[in-house]
């Protein structure tokens, strides 16, 4: 049986992977592959199709790929949004990325439980300025 992939199971799709963006906290960055995780799917690429086209209104700069690198022809707008919100950074030799093992977050089990995640930026060990 063939599972129906219209254009009402792609606006479910779109609304449910905003939903999980504006979730993550400032500071806090999820991958394309993680949102569609959070999801129960596989479909990263999908992911970043949604943000492409409906993320203006999100905060797109949260949704990172695998490799803590920011959305493609977004680095500059995006690291001014890390800077603000204190977003861990790792300054190679010749070019920065998020630091994923510090700031990778992962929505609640239940999604409509705010609860704390333990993200602190008063934390001694969280910078103050990355940068």
Sequence with gaps: M??????????DFG???????????????MTYGDVA???GSRASRAVGKV??????DLPWWRVVRSGGLPPVHHEARAHEHYRAEG????Q???AWRIDMRRARWSP????????????DPTDPGFPSDPF
Excluded: W
């Design 2 to 11: 063939e599972q129906d992939s219209g254009p009402e199971q792609e606006q």
């Design 15 to 29: 609304a449910d992977v905003a939903e999980v963006v504006r979730l993550i906290p400032p500071g806090r960055v």
């Design 37 to 39: 995780a959070a999801l």
């Design 51 to 56: 943000m492409a086209h409906e993320g203006a």
């Design 87 to 90: 977003t861990p950074i790792v």
């Design 92 to 94: 190679g030799r010749t």
């Design 108 to 119: 609640p089990a239940d999604a409509d439980d705010q609860s704390d995640d333990g993200y």
